[in-house]
Structures are given as C-alpha cells and as structure tokens.
C-alpha cells in the first residue's frame, strides 16, 4: 500500500508543496505533522520546566526546617508547578500527539482546520509565556495552589501582581485548547476515509473525540470562574466576596465541575495511547474493543456528575456526601472494564518487550493503584483524614506521572521512528525505563505514608518526624528528573539519525494490522492520504466484527 | 480538502463554538443556581438564616438542657479595626432570651463603613440560633476613632436537635468602605 502512496504523492507533485525555508516554516505552518512537531516539543520544553520547579519544592523538603527558599517562593513553585504541567506540557502534548497521528490514523489528508490549528498553538505559547512572566513580577508568581481560591488569591499580599496575568494566560490557554478540539472533533467527523466507520476506529481517535467534547464543555466554564475572580478583585463585583453577600464555596464547586473532567482530559487521551500500542506487542487485536468506546464514554459522562468529591470537609448535608461518594466509586467500574481489557489483551499474547511496552506495562500497574488510593478517598468520611495531605499528593501524582507521562514517553518511543525514518536506541531506552519506573515509587509511595500520618501538603517546613520518609521522596525525585534527561538525549539523538538503522514502514512487526500510519513510507511523507486508503486495517477491533 | 468539506468542516465549527459559548454562559448561571440549591438544602450554607432578622416569640425554656455557643471575632486581612466579644463563651438554656455584647472600634481617621459577617459550626445549627438583634443584620458606619458596643439578642429555639451541645458562632469584619 506504502508503493501505492509514494506514487500517489508524485503524481500530485505540481499542486503540493514540500515545507518553506528557514525558521518561517515553524511560524506559518498549516502542516498537521508540522503542528504536532511544534506542541510535542513545546511540550517537552515546558516538562523540564514544570519538572525544575519540582525539583527545588523537593529540594526544599529534603530535611525539615526553610533552607533554599522563602516559604512565598515555595508557594508559588507548587502553584506553577501545577500550572505549568497540566496546561503547558501534559495537555498540549497529548493535542501534538493527536495532530501527528489522527489524520493518520483516520487516512485524512490534514486537519479539518488548519489555519486555525496554527493559531491555537501560537496562542498556547502566548498563554504560558504570559503565565511564565509573572514569575518575575514584585510579589512573584500566584502562589495560593493551582486551583486559583477565594479569599486567598484576591488578597494583594498573596498574590502581588500575578493575578490579572494568570487569569489572562487561562483564558488564553483555554481559548487555545477549545481550538484544538474543536479541530480535532471537525477532523474525525468529517475527515475519515470512507472506509472507516466510526466503529473501525482506533481507540486513540475515539478517546480523543470525547476528550475533545469534554474540553468544549469545561474549559469556558473554568474561564468564567476566573473571571469572575477578576471582576471580584478589580471591579466590586461579589460573587466570592462574603462582604458583597458572595461566598467562596461557589468557586469550589465552579472550579470543580471544570477540574474533575479535567483530570480525564489528561488521562483518557492516555488510556487511547496504551489500548494503541498494548496489542502490537501482545500481536494480539485488543480484547473488547467496544467495551473499551463504551467505557470512556461512560468515563467521561460520570466526570461531569462527581465534582464535590474533591470538596467533602467543606459541608454538605449528609445526602451529598451519600450521593458524591457513591457516583465517584461507580467511576471504579468502566475504569476497572478497562484495566481488564489491557490484562486480557497481554494474556497468552506472544508479547516482546521494547521499551514503549515496557513503559505500557508500568502504566496498566502503576495507574491501578493510583486509581485504588483514590477509590480510598471517594470514602467521604475516611476523606476528611486524607484531605489536604500528602495522600491525595501521593494519589494524583500516580495517576499522572506514571500514568500520563509515562504514556507520553511510550507514545514517543513507539511513534518516532515512524515520523523520523530513525530507530532510536533501545537500550538507552530500556535503560531510562528503569529508572524511571523505579524512582518513580521511591518519589512518590512514601508520599502516601507521609499523607496517612498527617503531613499537609503545599508547606515548606514540616514536623521533624516526616523527616525520613521525605528525604527518601527526594532522592527519589532526584534520580527521576535527572533519567528524563535520557529522554530528551534520545529524541535529539532519533532526530539526528538515531542507531543508523533503517526502519521498515510498519517499524514493528505486523503494526500495519493494527493501525494505518503503518502502511505510511517512513519516515512520514510532508503530505499524506490526499486520497484516502481504500480500505482500513480491523485488527484492533476483530473480535467486535 | 474539496469547497464542500471545507464548508461542513466550518459549519460544524461554528456549532461547536457556540456550544462553547453557552458553557461559559452555564459558568455564570451556575451562580443563582448555588442560591437554589442551598435554598433547598442540596448544599448547606448558613448565611441566610444567619442574618435573618427573627421575630421575638415566647418559647418554653428547656431548664434541663445546656448549650454551649462559642464566639470568635475575626477581622480580614485588611480591616483596620478593634473587635472583640464580652465573652469567649456562654451556657444557655434553649428557649431562654440572651443579650452579648459585642465592642468594635475603628482605628483610622476616616469613616469607615464596615460589614460583619457571621458563620456557624456546625452549619445546620443556624436554622435553630434566632437572632432578634444583630450588628450583622446590615452595614455599620464607624466616625473616625469611634467605638461602638453592639448588642446581639438571641435564643437558641428549643427544637434544636438533642445531638448539639456546642455551637460556635464566628463573626468577621470586612472593611466595604471602598466599595461604596
């Protein structure tokens, strides 16, 4: 099929040009493969960011008492730190990952709207610079915790100068992430090769498509509580402000009908990456794939009906707890659907174990017990022990560090080859997995016993008796900043030539059974499928057929 | 991309961009939505009830039970003021009519137009702590230096439920003179 393509491509050669010249190119690009270069770099850039301001919050807390940094600092490294990888690196990688590889995947020749695609991410890049410059303000960077609450973030002492910045890089970023999902959703309805059904789908496009719905919804209302900070702060309005007649707990829920399907705009995305690669090194069709469409719709609709989970000690009548604290643990049930259908896909399945498998194989463990602390939590009572301490630190961080992240690094192993034509190298790959998955546990696991006896998270300074347990975290952290460096060698080195070997155009064996940037030449012609395949792979979704 | 993909593709756009718009617009309606919904007691919030002005009405004075109401006096971040209760606590009888004191001075040179809002603990209990007289039932205008003694009239009504034995009432100060 690749032969069919490369002919196809010449033929067409007088109305398609290759990219223009020099660093223009970068700026004006309307080029899907261009665009997802652009996000999953800008991403990687701002994990080693987010990931710097990590290590002076673990520094800070490698013994007791203030060494390095001044408690307001600290702040502000914890608040940015939140900001910085949730809104610049975790999700527009995953929006760079989705341009690379939809149209691929659905054999389209771009995105729906390209120009518009250019601009979402120019606008990502404004937003976060506009966040990034508050770091340098009188007063310093917000540094009442990502989740921006009233009273504390409109009191000036708090947050200087910032707070204008930080809620105009919100609205730019969530302007910016609309943008992109609704290119994504126009892409997938409208682009699709007429081969492919909805059900013929591969699970990366069809979690993306809810994702996308889910940042249409979420977004603007997260924006509206921001703005309404503003005007709270500059403008007499009280919709916070208890003086006014406001009250503070109106943000909480606001906040939270946007932050919990938030979180599973960051990880359903990852759930499409695993169910992707999973079966191509288990050469075996992923076991239940409708049961797996229909888990992350159900996923996402239970988002939208759990918020206050998030916010039990702040008082509501017992019926809520009730009600809150149930609807979350039903969460556990499309979740638990999912994490059998990967097992089952892996069982008797002739797997081999490169790095993106490897990486897959940490995330389906690790991401469970994530998903077990937190089903912990959903205990209303038990959670008013758990609130505000090291436990929840422990339970997100494993939900995303060893989930998303760790998704987004099997996710470039396993595609660059593809886009570069170069294989990288896979012992400096296994290499960086066990570090990885090793330090990732000694950073994070004691966190939760640090959570169980009553260490509060966002402090600089902490009772003597946490002493051990969090020096042990850092040097767990330690060693899992310094392996991503590993990472950042290999895509440099893959770019520039990799091992010198020569990938075939499936990269991994049978990969064209299972998904059509496979039957692609690598690496990836600038244009692809200007006319669409005339017949889709259905490995992945054999036993629905 | 043909003219009439590139018109599906820009329709469906425009569709899924209002959708966006109506969902900033739910952002803001969600607003008197939380007034609803604390109204018919899905959330509990005691503001209503707290700075409700109650009607003085004669209820039989349980002697046999005690309640405890605490009282904390707090001012934010930015009110220049003096404030404090006669008293950190006081054992009551349900049914039976109380009058506290409260002692606020302003601290500047200026008028100072000042409002205090009051919280309970638990927040169920200000369905049952009526309050006759409050500093709290409006705005509260200080001349320069001047000190005030507020009287707060209340009764705890005797249908209070057997579980509470404490209440603890929190007032603060907010300084609203800037947004008059």
């Given at each position: 099929m690749s032969a069919v393509v490369a002919e196809h491509d010449e033929h067409h050669a007088d109305d398609h040009h290759g990219p223009a010249k020099g660093l223009l190119r970068w700026i004006i690009t309307t080029n899907h493969k261009d665009i997802g270069t652009l996000y999953l770099l800008f991403a990687l850039a701002m994990f080693f960011v987010g990931g710097s301001m990590a290590m002076v919050i673990r520094a800070e807390l490698f013994e007791p008492g203030l060494q390095f940094v001044d408690p307001a600092f600290f702040n502000s490294m914890t608040t940015m730190h939140a900001l910085v990888m949730v809104f610049g690196a975790v999700m527009p990688a995953f929006v760079g990952l989705a341009n690379w590889q939809i149209p691929l995947m659905i054999g389209a020749a771009d995105m729906a709207l390209p120009r518009m695609n250019n601009m979402s991410f120019w606008m990502l890049v404004a937003g976060v610079l506009l966040l990034a410059s508050t770091l340098f303000m009188e007063g310093g960077a917000p540094n009442g915790g990502w989740t921006l609450y009233p009273p504390l973030v409109l009191q000036p002492i708090t947050v200087g100068k910032a707070l204008p910045f930080a809620v105009f890089s919100v609205h730019l970023l969530g302007i910016s992430s609309i943008m992109g999902a609704i290119n994504i959703i126009a892409t997938i309805f409208n682009m699709r090769a007429p081969a492919m059904k909805?059900?013929?789908?591969?699970?990366?496009?069809?979690?993306?498509?809810?994702?996308?719905?889910?940042?249409?919804?979420?977004?603007?209302?997260?924006?509206?509580?921001?703005?309404?900070?503003?005007?709270?702060?500059?403008?007499?309005?009280?919709?916070?402000?208890?003086a006014g007649g406001g009250d503070p707990v109106l943000y909480e829920h606001i906040f939270w009908f946007f932050g919990h399907p938030e979180v599973y705009i960051m990880i359903l995305p990852t759930f499409g990456v695993a169910s992707t690669i999973i079966p191509v090194f288990a050469r075996k069709p992923l076991f239940g794939y409708a049961s797996m469409v229909w888990a992350t719709g159900a996923i996402a609709f239970l988002s939208f009906i759990v918020w206050a989970h998030h916010m039990f000690t702040v008082g509501m009548p017992l019926a809520g707890e009730l009600y809150f604290m149930y609807a979350t643990m039903l969460i556990a049930v499309p979740t638990g659907v999912k994490v059998f259908n990967w097992t089952a896909t892996m069982w008797k399945g002739a797997m081999s174990f490169e790095t993106p498998m490897l990486f897959c194989i940490a995330f389906v463990v690790l991401f469970t017990m994530g998903g077990f602390t937190g089903l912990m939590m959903a205990i209303a009572p038990v959670d008013f022990q758990y609130h505000d301490t090291y436990f929840i630190v422990a339970h997100f961080h494993y939900t995303l560090v060893p989930a998303s992240i760790f998704i987004l690094m099997a996710a470039g192993y396993f595609w660059l080859p593809k886009w570069t034509g170069h294989m990288y190298n896979e012992k400096i790959g296994q290499l960086h997995f066990w570090l990885s998955a090793i330090s990732v546990n000694i950073l994070f696991f004691p966190q939760h016993f640090l959570g169980l006896a009553g260490m509060p998270r966002r402090i600089p300074d902490y009772a003597v008796q946490f002493a051990d347990w969090n020096m042990i975290s850092s040097i767990g952290g330690f060693i899992f900043g310094a392996s991503q460096l590993l990472f950042l060698y290999i895509v440099i080195d893959t770019i520039k030539g990799g091992t010198g070997e020569k990938v075939t155009d499936e990269v991994w064996e049978d990969a064209s059974k299972h998904s059509l940037e496979w039957t692609l030449p690598s690496p990836v012609p600038y244009h692809t499928w200007t006319t669409p395949p005339a017949m889709v792979p259905t490995e992945h979704v054999l036993d629905t057929h | 991309m043909n003219e009439t993909a590139a018109k599906k593709n820009i329709k469906l756009a425009r569709t899924l961009l209002l959708v966006a718009v109506a969902m900033f617009g739910f952002g803001y309606a969600l607003v008197p939505l939380y007034d609803v919904l604390c109204e018919w007691k899905w959330i509990e919030r005691d503001r209503p009830d707290a700075i409700k002005k109650a009607p003085e009405l004669a209820y039989k004075v349980d002697l046999n039970r005690e309640v405890t109401i605490e009282f904390i006096t707090t001012l934010n971040e930015s009110t220049p003021m003096e404030f404090h209760a006669e008293k950190k606590q006081l054992k009551v009888h349900p049914g039976e009519y109380y009058t506290v004191n409260f002692y606020a001075e302003n601290k500047t040179n200026k008028v100072m137009i000042a409002r205090a809002i009051p919280s309970f603990s638990p927040a169920v209990t200000s369905r049952y702590f009526e309050k006759i007289e409050c500093f709290c039932f409006s705005e509260q205008t200080f001349n320069a230096k001047e000190a005030k003694t507020m009287p707060m009239r209340f009764v705890v009504n005797p249908e209070l439920p057997e579980q509470y034995k404490t209440i603890t009432l929190s007032y603060t100060f907010f300084d609203n003179t800037e947004n008059q």
């Open positions: 909805l059900m013929d789908m591969p699970l990366f496009v069809w979690t993306w498509l809810i994702t996308a719905f889910l940042l249409i919804a979420v977004m603007p209302v997260f924006a509206g509580a921001v703005t309404m900070l503003l005007t709270d702060k500059f403008f007499h309005t009280s919709f916070f402000n208890a | -």
